[in-house]
């Protein structure tokens, strides 16, 4: 006879391989997750949506959009940041710079990051509507919060204006319960829909799909 310790290792072997994986197991807080296959439609790298899209898609969530950024010289309000882990299998997912920014338009500035990439900022005041009060500047994974009078933004309004799905099944096109998905705040494990955690200042965000990374991020700032 086969032992139980035995059997259930053997069983797990075998769900693997007819999940069809393509990766190990990873473990955190001593439970195993297996590696998340990668969907048909809706894997990454998510890209973001068309520039000439943003004000739509911002004010679609629910985020006001201006011709100018509040909490700035000339321009007051409150302006917070938190931060947005990613990660598929362990490996970290980019957060493309612009998001909520609609950088066709006169008065958007055009940098560059350290490692090359765009960011897009230095918004006086721009010819139209440009930018949502939530947005990227550039890829580092930082939300900026501007707005006129506190308000509450979710990370679901954030993912709105990415363009990617994220509920309480879905982080784009992986989906229970052939990934595992779990989300994050400074650490510590939020078991509800993702898409409602509430973005404060300095907060760390990771939302891990698949099997975790070797730590799970609890600071940025």
């Known amino acids: 006879m086969i032992g139980r310790a035995r059997q259930a290792a053997l069983g797990a072997c075998l769900g693997?391989?007819?999940?069809?994986?393509?990766?190990?197991?990873?473990?955190?807080?001593?439970?195993?997750?297996?590696a998340a296959p990668t969907p048909k439609a809706g894997g990454i790298p998510w890209h973001a949506p068309p520039a000439t899209e943003a004000m739509h898609l911002a004010t679609e969530t629910?985020?006001?959009?201006?011709?100018?950024?509040y909490g700035i010289p000339g321009h007051p309000g409150k302006h917070i940041h938190a931060h947005l882990d990613a990660f598929v299998n362990g490996k970290p997912v980019q957060v493309p710079p612009g998001i909520g920014i609609d950088f066709t338009v006169p008065g958007v500035q055009k940098g560059s990051s350290p490692d090359g990439t765009p960011s897009y900022g230095g918004i006086q005041l721009c010819a139209r509507a440009c930018i949502a009060a939530l947005h990227t500047h550039d890829d580092g994974g930082v939300m900026h919060i501007e707005s006129q009078k506190p308000r509450s933004y979710s990370?679901?309004?954030?993912?709105?204006?990415?363009?990617?799905?994220?509920?309480?099944?879905?982080?784009?096109g992986y989906c229970k319960p052939d990934a595992t998905i779990a989300a994050y705040k400074n650490g510590n494990r939020f078991t509800g829909d993702p898409a409602a955690l509430v973005l404060n200042d300095r907060d760390e965000i990771a939302v891990v799909i698949g099997s975790p990374p070797a730590k799970i991020p609890s600071s940025y700032f």
């Open 62 to 69: 629910g985020v006001p959009v201006d011709r100018y950024e």
């Open 16 to 34: 693997a391989l007819v999940a069809g994986c393509g990766g190990g197991n990873s473990s955190v807080a001593g439970t195993t997750t297996l």
């Open 155 to 172: 990370l679901g309004n954030f993912f709105d204006e990415w363009h990617v799905r994220l509920d309480g099944k879905c982080v784009g």
